[in-house]
């Protein structure tokens, strides 16, 4: 017995249709997709402010003070008595400083009695070559001129590290660099004549005041005399980030 097919039960007939819908379908769900948008919503804070009707201050009470009026002024007398100026008053004759042109200067003042003050001139020596660098506070137990240079370099950089603060405002907007600083130990051993060279004012002037905090030295000497001695150090500004 042969089986007959029902053409109403055929499930590829209407293939091709179900396909076009399904890829339109498809196709307009992915463009749907693709054109979505999202907006933040916008979040709206309300504050509420309490206030009170019945508001009662306690008026603290003040008492008057009456001072007494002030007496009244004398009275003019009623007759008027004009007494006469009889005293004779001498006059001071002010007799003129001021020499004429026909008055002739008698004093001669000799060659040999004027004192002319010597000039001293600054010498300076840089620190690389000078005979005997300026000693810094801590190192007069150094020997020789190269322990004494080791010991200034590192009680500079101990100074530094000691006295070093952050700049606020640079620190807040997140600068940092090198500053170059160049300042003179003059031959007092003072410090001065500071210069400084760096990314940001700020850090310019921390470096300035670290440098100025400095403490008096004994001054370099260069062939037994003092003389001022210029020295030149980076100062580094870093943020360590946590």
Request: proline share 10%; net charge negative.
């Amino acid at each position: 017995m042969q089986v007959k097919k029902n053409p109403k039960a055929d499930l590829n007939r209407n293939s091709g249709l179900y396909f076009v819908i399904g890829l339109t379908v498809v196709l307009f769900l992915t463009w749907r997709a693709l054109e979505y948008k999202s907006y933040p919503k916008d979040e709206v804070v309300r504050e509420m402010v309490q206030t009170v009707d019945d508001l009662k201050e306690d008026v603290p009470v003040t008492e008057m003070i009456k001072t007494p009026p002030p007496p009244p002024p004398p009275a003019a007398p009623e007759v008027i008595e004009v007494v006469e100026d009889t005293e004779e008053v001498e006059e001071t004759i002010i007799e003129s400083t001021e020499t004429s042109q026909d008055a002739v200067i008698e004093e001669v003042i000799d060659v040999d009695d004027v004192e002319v003050g010597e000039e001293e001139e600054e010498i300076v020596v840089p620190f690389a070559v000078i005979e005997n660098v300026p000693v810094f506070p801590g190192c007069e137990s150094a020997r020789g001129n190269e322990e004494r240079k080791a010991c200034f370099q590192e009680m500079i950089q101990k100074h530094i590290i000691k006295e070093f603060t952050y700049p606020p405002t640079a620190l807040e907007l997140g600068i940092q660099g090198r500053v170059f600083v160049q300042f003179v130990i003059d031959s007092k051993g003072n410090i001065g004549n500071i210069r400084m060279r760096g990314p940001d004012k700020n850090l310019e002037k921390e470096a300035h005041r670290i440098v100025a905090s400095l403490p008096k030295m004994k001054p370099g000497e260069q062939r037994g005399r003092p003389v001022s001695v210029p020295y030149s150090i980076p100062i580094n500004f870093v943020i360590q980030t946590p």
